[in-house]
């Protein structure tokens, strides 16, 4: 099955997303299994008044995964808002249309709800009841919050673990939010020494993206994390094709015909499966692809306490540059023997979106006060792999794009924007450093504070030298690459906490999960107090 045409998607999302009030009876109801919510619930891209929840209704399938698609036409889901897990105390209720052309996901657009409020949420088809999630609204923007806690995670691979992780921060963690900042999934048809095996082999078309998404969302730890608080998300290269670039392909796999065709494949099918509204389809740089725009990058205020900057680094960004053997994608580079990374042209967000973050950064500037949060999917600060005089550099990471580095850190100083934190992810590691305003000098100011995450279960590279990385980037003050799980970040007005999770055995289901680290920085202060 190929990618709908783009006009007629957002005419179906919009249709999927509005709250329908006909009688049931003027619905096709075919007959549904026994439990169609077999992928689970979840809400997202919430504001003071506004949330979305979605479900995907599927059919039964055996061996453990869904079968795609559900063979049926449009179905007609209920769904119910309550102030209480008992559903006693109905807030909102409604109907909503599962689309075949969506794959019959289902995502309701709630507005006018009271601000800084939790609520419990769940769908109905036919006899069948999906599980409950529980969803909040964010303080109103001239509130004054006491407290915001983030959970940020990305990378988790099936093939290479189990989710220990989620099912500890679904049950222990309790988080505000969750920011994923990126490889929800991976296009690989499989793994050596897999702890569990992927059905299907490469991914590069609208129905193996739809399974592999509706493979990683069967997983009940999954499950339970997308249920237990909203989520904020963004990708990075896997849930297209690793290194890609804009509409410049990546560098593994088969190669296909229309690179662009399968881009609008992978956009529409990560559409399908998360908590996003219909207008992340219609806005962007008009032109810049041929009708597979998704604008996810999009700001979101926590009262006073916080703003945070939902970013996208891979739709929008310039090609790599300097690959070794004249490769596509990412490589390691001599930044002296590439002149094109210091080219100002090149960059990581796009003009458009540049332009919006610096609208973003100035008004965060003005408010002067608060935590100011930019969830990206990389590692922001540079991390030079060559321990002699010479830098040699990722070039798919921001070190392949330092001019473009160079103007955000350069903004956070001109807006005097307050309490900068990065967060990022696509390493499998944990670093937590120092943003500085000049890399080229290490005494130069403080301008932000980063921490970037390990993965939940995707395996760490295995190179030699791991050490001296740490030792020849000083603006880093500490880095893991052994374990894997999440970050979780407390913000209050006067201080951020940060803890590393980390399970002990990602190839165990039930791993029980340690605190790797503990990090502290003051408000006014960038400066990071390593705890424990």
């Not at 506004?50 to 209920?78: D, I, K, N, Q, Y």
């Not at 949420?121 to 599980?131: E, I, K, P, Q």
Request: hydrophobic share 40%.
């Amino acid at each position: 099955m190929t990618a709908i045409d783009r006009r007629q998607l957002l005419r179906l999302a919009a249709a999927s997303a509005t709250t329908l009030w006909l009688p049931r009876s003027v619905w096709a109801q075919p007959r549904l299994p026994e439990q169609p919510f077999a992928l689970g619930v979840a809400s997202g891209w919430p504001t003071a008044r506004s949330l979305v929840l979605w479900t995907r209704l599927v059919g039964a399938g055996g061996g453990g995964f869904p079968s795609l698609p559900l063979e049926a036409g449009p179905v007609t889901v209920r769904w119910e808002l309550a102030d209480d897990e008992g559903f006693t105390r109905i807030v909102r209720s409604g109907q909503a249309q599962a689309l075949p052309e969506l794959a019959h996901a289902v995502h309701v657009e709630l507005d006018g709800l009271a601000p800084d409020r939790w609520y419990h949420y769940r769908f109905m088809a036919g006899d069948a009841v999906s599980t409950t999630g529980r969803a909040r609204t964010l303080p109103a923007p001239g509130a004054q919050p006491g407290r915001l806690k983030l959970a940020y995670a990305s990378c988790q691979r099936w093939e290479h673990g189990r989710y220990a992780a989620w099912r500890h921060l679904a049950l222990e963690g309790r988080p505000d939010l969750v920011l994923f900042v990126g490889d929800y999934i991976y296009e690989y048809p499989g793994a050596r020494n897999a702890v569990r095996s992927v059905p299907g082999g490469w991914v590069t078309d609208l129905a193996s993206y739809r399974l592999r998404h509706a493979v990683h969302k069967s997983d009940p730890a999954l499950q339970a994390a997308h249920a237990a608080c909203p989520w904020l998300v963004t990708w990075d290269d896997h849930e297209v094709q690793n290194d890609y670039a804009g509409l410049t392909p990546g560098n593994t796999g088969p190669e296909v015909a229309d690179f662009a065709a399968r881009r609008a494949a992978a956009y529409q099918a990560y559409y399908e499966h998360m908590p996003l509204p219909a207008s992340v389809l219609t806005r962007g740089l008009a032109g810049l692809m041929a009708g597979a725009e998704t604008r996810l990058y999009a700001s979101f205020q926590y009262g006073q306490l916080a703003r945070i900057a939902l970013l996208d680094g891979r739709q929008y960004r310039s090609p790599q540059v300097c690959t070794p053997d004249g490769r596509r994608g990412g490589g390691l580079v001599p930044v002296d023997g590439c002149p094109a990374l210091a080219d100002p042209a090149r960059s990581m967000f796009g003009a458009a979106q540049e332009a919006w973050l610096d609208a973003r950064l100035a008004e965060a500037g003005r408010a002067g006060t608060g935590w100011t949060v930019l969830a990206q999917d990389l590692l922001f600060g540079r991390r030079d792999a060559d321990a002699g005089l010479g830098k040699l550099v990722w070039n798919d990471a921001w070190d392949g794009y330092a001019p473009a580095r160079r103007r955000l850190t350069d903004a956070l100083q001109r807006h005097r924007v307050p309490n900068p934190v990065i967060l990022g992810g696509d390493v499998h590691e944990n670093w937590v450093g120092h943003v500085k305003a000049d890399y080229d000098r290490p005494d130069s100011a403080s301008v932000g504070v980063e921490f970037c995450g390990t993965s939940i279960s995707s395996r760490a590279s295995s190179y030699p030298g791991f050490d001296k990385l740490v030792a020849e980037n000083p603006h880093f003050v500490f880095a893991d690459r052994d374990r894997r799980g999440y970050g979780l970040v407390t913000l209050t007005p006067q201080r951020l906490e940060t803890e590393l999770r980390a399970v002990r055995d990602v190839a165990d289901a039930e791993s029980p999960v340690d605190v790797l680290a503990r990090f502290g920085v003051a408000s006014g202060r960038m400066e990071i107090e390593h705890s424990s």
